[in-house]
């Protein structure tokens, strides 16, 4: 029997349609206040150049507007965080994504963590982190959050399952950790001093690649009938799991592309309507 496909892609623009008559609705109810998506980028990276107009694309389909700022590649932490501050006191902007990886020089953390929690529409607050570890209301981290909704669209049981997620980083495998702890799965979580990684592998009923290595994590790790989900996107389509052999093997596959990402973007957007909605309705 062939695998279930999470359609990232289709998930994305079906919930696309729905924010639409949401921002409509919302701009009806305001007398013509559109929500604001700030998207903050430092530096000329061309792929963090691209995601940001992916985002910028995005907001317009469901009738939104983003804000782009443009910093260069020379910016300081203060003159970043000065910014911040700027939008966090803009009541017409509801949302600030700061794109990551920002250049050496910056105190990243320090930047993420002055974007206020209620403007923190992709979750990088250690704040939002915290509270969502707690199971109290804040906006998940976009990627993990994504992954989420996908599995909960596609009825995929999270509760008693063992989860196994691969990679801890503060945007991706800790927060997808907690998310699949939160719905009750028993959860591992495995990182680069990982010794035994083959055999945790083979016992994840859900297995998480949140590596960034193309094709790392081997087909014949894994457990048949598991749940797989691709985070990672490497160039020639390949994500950090070998999936082509698993497509007849696990019971349901995120595809690469068209399964994680569409879905980071459609989180970070809808979490900005809801942001809006909170502010505006
Ligand atoms: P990252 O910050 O580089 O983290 C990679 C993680 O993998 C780290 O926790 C690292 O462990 C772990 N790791 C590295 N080598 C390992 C090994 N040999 N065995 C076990 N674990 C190992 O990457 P990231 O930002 O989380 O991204 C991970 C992947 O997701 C990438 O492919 C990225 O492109 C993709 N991604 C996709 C989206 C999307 O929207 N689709 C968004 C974000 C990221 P240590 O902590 O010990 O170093």
Not at 10 to 35: D, N, Y
Not at 49 to 61: E, L, Q, S, W
Not at 125 to 146: H, S
Not at 186 to 205: F, G, K, Y
Request: with cysteine; proline share 6%; glycine share 10%.
């Amino acid at each position: 029997m062939s695998a279930l496909i999470l359609d990232g892609k289709a998930l994305a623009a079906q919930t696309e349609a729905e924010l639409l008559e949401r921002v409509e609705r919302l701009k009806v109810a305001s007398g013509g206040k559109t929500p604001i998506l700030a998207t903050i980028l430092v530096g000329d990276d061309p792929a963090s150049a691209t995601y940001v107009k992916m985002k910028g694309n995005a907001c317009r389909r469901v009738g939104m507007e983003s804000l782009a700022v443009e910093m260069p590649a020379s910016t300081t932490t203060a003159e970043l965080l000065a910014r911040i501050a700027e939008l966090n006191g803009n009541p017409d902007v509801h949302g600030i994504l700061l794109q990551h990886p920002v250049p050496a020089q910056i105190d990243e953390r320090a930047c993420f963590d002055a974007i206020a929690l209620e403007k923190d529409v992709d979750g990088v607050t250690c704040l939002g982190f915290g509270r969502m570890a707690m199971g109290e209301p804040a906006y998940g981290c976009a990627t993990p959050q994504g992954i989420m909704r996908m599995l909960d669209h596609y009825g995929i049981e999270i509760e008693g399952k063992h989860a196994v997620v691969v990679g801890r980083s503060p945007i991706l495998g800790k927060p997808m950790a907690m998310m699949l702890l939160q719905k009750n799965a028993t959860v591992t979580i495995c990182h680069s001093r990982t010794q035994n990684l083959p055999e945790l592998i083979a016992q994840a009923d859900i297995l998480v690649g949140a590596v960034g290595r193309p094709e790392f994590i081997k087909a014949d790790w894994v457990k048949p009938g598991a749940v797989i989900v691709d985070a990672g996107y490497h160039p020639g389509g390949v994500g950090d799991i070998e999936l082509a052999p698993l497509v007849d093997k696990a019971s349901a596959y995120t595809p690469v592309p068209g399964g994680v990402g569409p879905m980071t973007i459609n989180t970070l957007i809808m979490q900005s309507v809801e942001s809006a909605e909170k502010s505006l309705g």
